[in-house]
């Protein structure tokens, strides 16, 4: 075939090439076995896939491609419906689509779609290889070849080495054995061997002087020998040297490069369904990618326009302002007798409101033309919208010949079970995902699920079940894979991580199970001891989690002993611009994605307490976690106004069943932004999810709505958190002081322990790191004076903050308690009026 035209048609055999050996591994593994009331048509439009993929394969002249279609095709011209495909053929036939997938990425790279190991894969499936003439000479060539080119070895490891006796006659004996083979080679038709023969006799002769040029060009040398060898071996096919140059200027596309979502999901084929296609056209991401992000700035230009309409309505309600000052003047004036001012003031009314008239005739027809560009902005965005929305079968089907080629590598019987296949989410997300997926699924073969023998003594079934399913979730979606094997071994994942280094053991032996369970993510966390085809490697679960935080998503685990784990990934059903709520939480302006805010609250105090240490909100008769936004996304921690008794401001925060309150400032408005990368070097700061441009021109922090209410739960914010943070010690006989008081220093953030009197409370200080002591003065056994002598003269305690709060409030009594060693000195009525916090923001100013 032609050069420029194979280059011009490559793209599209690509991609068609790949949706039909997606379509052709799913009806070979339908086949297998006895027949299980399979659909009539099955086999029929299955050789028909086949039939036509060997067609377009021959047509553009790929010969490995087509001579193993070919074989998969004689291998179904037996079979009957009924009876369908043995075990073997099933496998023999999904090597075989291996093989021409691995030989499509060659072709998409630019070089020559060969497939690997072609003649033991034909044998495999059952067909003689067959030699083109054109092979035939070339393997006549071969016998006298490969001793040319053991000559022309054997003399570069000659050169090679410090000393040779006649460097100039190796030379020249090497370059007339290569220049032989070249001519041989040409009178066989190998151009291929023809020129890689020329190299290497020119690469000879760069070597004769010696020197670092002669270290250069031995190096190319080498290389030129290897690759003569490997053409020697294949027989040098004259179409593969056409198929290489062809290939050589062909872009290499992405595996979605290929098609818009409509023409894949609209554009049935005519040997698939017999009837007549639709009229679509194939439209490269890249292109969309273009469109939408000129669709994106197209919205972002409405907004801006419609800032200035409202501009335009402002000046012209000034202008009538001005123009009834002005009428009042002119009427003072006439009353006073006017005179030549008075004329030069009505010309300038009259000019003002023909002025005016104008400027509200402009507005208006800004107001209409951007009422007319925001219609065809949105018509625009949801059909851009459409195109990039897919079946997620598009990514779940593939995962059966996966799921097929592991478990039989593995020795295990998996039952595999898709869900959700009709789910569409955007292209750009299903591409993402299927690395990430692919991964979940081999983990859970290999580490999840037990052998048969091993299920067999446990008591299951010897056929494990694999379920992946895509579940929608409003606005989001949820990738589930879950498996019934032994269930994720926390004890063994902590071994795993203290053996790596990542952790020490005392660190490992803090961590909840929940927690240690999350080290699966980590960069380099492998509980497999030996590197196997499968895993071990130490990269798998790190990817899915940098995947999902890249696309605005999370990703958890959950296990449960000898039943099963299981993995969620939350994401957008699309990455395309979204409403978003901006908050402020001191001076930053952030946005969160208004499909994951379900309400704006009003806090009173009362509504605000704790349970086990933990801050919480009675909302529709339920506690949910309530946090300061600021401290969540890194933030300095400043005051909450709920703090200081007045009504607070919060965002609830829902992702799936999870909810969560974040404490902000303020609702600042809502508007469409579009999410933009920050790139690599944020990829790591997981609240954030991106930023975007407001119509203002600001731009702001998009924040992570998924990662906000991962980070909130309990499991996840004892760890390291609280160790950061100055633990306070709350000393008071009364129940009722003491508990308010440790409410109030636990919703600003700060770890609380309790004491009912002073001996009680040294017993505290003498068993836990306290950074600060809060005590009443009269309690029985220790008062707060002979606490705050105690701690001062300790050895130890001696710089540990001590607060007296007391209802004495005489200068007297003052004096004595600061006397004592009393850093603060309160009474209990000031502490109502957030006097307390401020003083320990005082005394803990490294806070």
């Known amino acids: 075939m032609d050069p420029q035209l194979l280059r011009s048609i490559w793209p599209v055999f690509s991609a068609e090439t790949r949706e039909q050996i997606q379509a052709i591994g799913a009806k070979v593994l339908g086949l297998e076995g006895p027949s299980r009331e399979r659909e009539a048509d099955l086999l029929p439009s299955l050789k028909r ?233 194939r439209v490269a991401v890249k292109t969309l990618e273009s469109l939408a992000l000129q669709v994106e700035l197209l919205v972002a230009g ?155 003594a446990a008591g299951k079934s010897e056929t494990g079940r694999l379920t992946v399913r895509v579940e929608p979730r409003g606005a989001r979606i949820g990738m589930i894979v879950e498996d019934d094997g032994y269930g994720l071994s926390p004890e063994r994942v902590r071994a795993t991580a203290v053996r790596r280094g990542l952790l020490s053991e005392e660190e490992a032996g803090k961590l909840t199970d929940a927690q240690a369970a999350r080290l699966v993510f980590q960069p380099g966390f492998s509980t497999r001891e030996q590197v196997t085809a499968t895993s071990g490697r130490g990269v798998g679960l790190d990817v899915v989690q940098a995947t999902a935080a890249r696309l605005q998503g999370s990703v958890d685990v959950e296990f449960w002993a000898g039943r099963g784990t299981r993995f969620t990934v939350d994401l957008p059903l699309s990455l395309a611009s979204a409403l978003g709520l901006l908050v402020r939480t001191g001076t930053t302006v952030s946005a969160i994605p208004s499909d994951s805010v379900e309400r704006v609250l009003r806090l009173t105090p009362a509504d605000v307490g704790t349970v ?82 407001l119509d203002d021109g600001r731009v702001v922090p998009v924040l992570n709505a998924p990662e906000l209410v991962r980070a909130a739960r309990p499991e996840t914010r004892s760890t390291g958190t609280e160790a950061r943070r100055p633990r306070i010690l709350v000393c008071d006989d009364a129940l009722t002081t003491r508990f308010a008081m440790k409410s109030l220093l636990e919703i600003a953030g700060f770890p609380v322990v309790t004491a009912a009197d002073g001996e009680e409370a040294w017993g505290v200080l003498e068993r836990t790191s306290v950074q600060l002591v809060v005590s009443d003065w009269q309690m029985p056994r220790l008062d707060g004076v002979g606490l705050a002598r105690r701690i001062k003269s300790h050895p130890t305690l001696h710089s540990t903050p001590i607060i007296l709060v007391t209802s004495l409030d005489s200068p007297e009594d003052r004096a004595a308690g600061l006397e004592a060693g009393a850093d603060g000195y309160l009474v209990k009525r000031e502490v109502e009026r957030g006097k307390l916090l401020e003083l320990v923001r005082q005394l803990l100013p490294t806070r």
């Open 49 to 281: 896939l086949v039939h036509s993929l060997k067609g377009s394969a021959a047509s553009l002249g790929l010969d490995d491609i087509e001579q193993v279609v070919h074989a998969i095709e004689d291998g179904l011209a037996h079979i009957e419906p009924d009876t369908g495909l043995p075990r073997a053929s099933v496998e023999s036939m999904l090597r075989g689509l291996s093989g021409i997938e691995a030989a499509m990425a060659r072709g998409d790279a630019g070089e020559a779609p060969q497939v690997d190991g072609l003649s033991a894969l034909l044998k495999l499936l059952g067909r003689e290889v067959s030699v083109p003439e054109s092979t035939a000479t070339a393997s006549g060539l071969s016998s006298k070849g490969l001793e040319a080119l053991e000559f022309l070895e054997a003399s570069l490891g000659a050169l090679c080495s410090p000393d040779v006796p006649d460097r100039a006659a190796v030379v020249r004996k090497a370059m007339e054995r290569a220049r032989a083979l070249r001519v041989s080679a040409q009178e066989s038709g190998a151009t291929r061997l023809a020129t890689l023969s020329e190299s290497a006799a020119l690469g000879f002769a760069r070597m004769e002087p010696g020197g670092d040029e002669a270290s250069l060009a031995a190096s190319d040398v080498a290389g030129t020998l290897v690759e003569l060898r490997a053409q020697l071996e294949e027989g040098g096919a004259r179409n593969m040297a056409r198929t290489v140059d062809a290939l050589r200027a062909v872009p290499a596309p992405t595996p979605a490069d290929s098609a818009s979502p409509s023409a894949q999901a609209q554009a049935p084929r005519e040997e698939t369904r017999g009837t007549t296609a639709d009229h679509t056209v």
């Open 302 to 456: 409405r907004a801006q326009q419609a800032r200035r309409s409202e501009g335009y309505r402002a000046l012209s309600d000034g202008t009538h302002e001005v123009l009834r000052h002005l009428e009042r003047a002119s009427s003072q004036l006439t009353l006073a007798g006017g005179g030549p001012a008075l004329e030069s003031l009505r010309s300038g009314v009259a000019m003002m409101r023909t002025m005016q008239k104008r400027l509200l005739e402009v507005s208006r027809e800004a107001h209409r033309d951007g009422e007319q560009l925001a219609l065809v902005a949105q018509v625009a965005r949801d059909d851009l919208r459409d195109l990039r929305m897919v079946p997620a079968s598009q990514l779940l089907e593939p995962l059966r010949r996966t799921v097929r080629e592991v478990s039989t590598r593995l020795g295990k019987d998996v039952a595999l079970e898709l869900n959700g296949g009709d789910v569409r989410l955007d292209r750009r997300i299903l591409d993402a995902l299927k690395d990430p997926l692919l991964h979940l699924v081999r983990n859970a073969i290999d580490h999840g699920l037990e052998s048969p023998e091993e299920r067999r």
């Open 612 to 693: 086990a240490g933990r801050v919480v909100a009675r909302v529709d008769g339920g506690q949910l976690t309530f946090l300061p936004l600021a401290e969540a996304i890194g933030l300095p921690r400043l005051p909450l106004a709920i703090e200081s008794g007045q009504v607070q401001t919060a965002a609830l925060v829902v992702v799936g069943g999870d909810k969560v309150l974040y404490a902000i400032d303020e609702v600042v408005g809502q508007q469409e932004i579009v999410v933009r990368s920050l790139g690599k070097h944020l990829q790591s700061v997981r609240h954030l999810a991106g930023a975007a441009v």
